[in-house]
């Protein structure tokens, strides 16, 4: 016996594991911005090497103006001038302790670019395995429609047949048209057998999907983010009130 072919997975179902728990592995940061993760890096480790020297010159110095200071010969000029000398060493390792702060400061943030451009890639990712899992819905459901048509045509003619059957005895002309309702039968459940079997592949189509996609990463919150982000960073005087 013919049977109905079944429904897919409801739009209800399929809104709700959308967002069961997974992740989508891109590391897709913008090119530029590994440069600029490198290079300060580099400037980290400049930095770092440079306050260290200075720092050492800085104890140097410090350890000589004090030996001066404790002779009891000294004279002034010798005083004035390790005075001075280790001042200098004081302002080159202070200068040095900024830029590898600053350098410090400066990759924090372009890791924070970094982390969003990943999450950015990784969302688009995402969202194209989502319109790929809906388009493979909406092709199952259609094709699982067309085969569920072509069986209620079946049902129609099957029932046209039994009524004809009926008044058979009373009417025998009406054997031409069970000849040809039967005809059509025959037709009707050939295209019916193709239509359930691409029905069936397209259900299958669907499944695999449902179960390998990185569709469940997809998050609209952060797409919205996004969208405000760059909104905003192109209009200065952006009114998030007037957004919404």
Known sequence: MIRKVMMLISSAVLAGVIFTASSVDAKAALSCTYDIINDASSDIANATANYNAAKADEAAKLAKFNAI????????LDYE???AEYQNAVNVSQWWLTQLNNSKAFLTNIKGREAFEDKF???????YDL???QASKFAADGAAN????????IAEVERAIAGYQVMLPTSPS???EIDALNVKL???KAEYEKRAAVAAQKAAEFANNVNTLGYQAYSKGFEDYQFNREYQRDNLNWDPKGYY
């Open 121 to 127: 890639a990784a969302n688009r990712i995402a969202l």
């Open 131 to 133: 319109t790929t899992l």
């Open 81 to 83: 001038v390790a005075a």
């Open 174 to 176: 009406l054997q031409k």
């Open 146 to 153: 067309m085969a569920n048509g072509t069986l209620a045509q």
């Open 69 to 76: 200071k404790a002779d009891p010969a000294h004279s002034l």
């Open 186 to 188: 025959a037709i009707l």
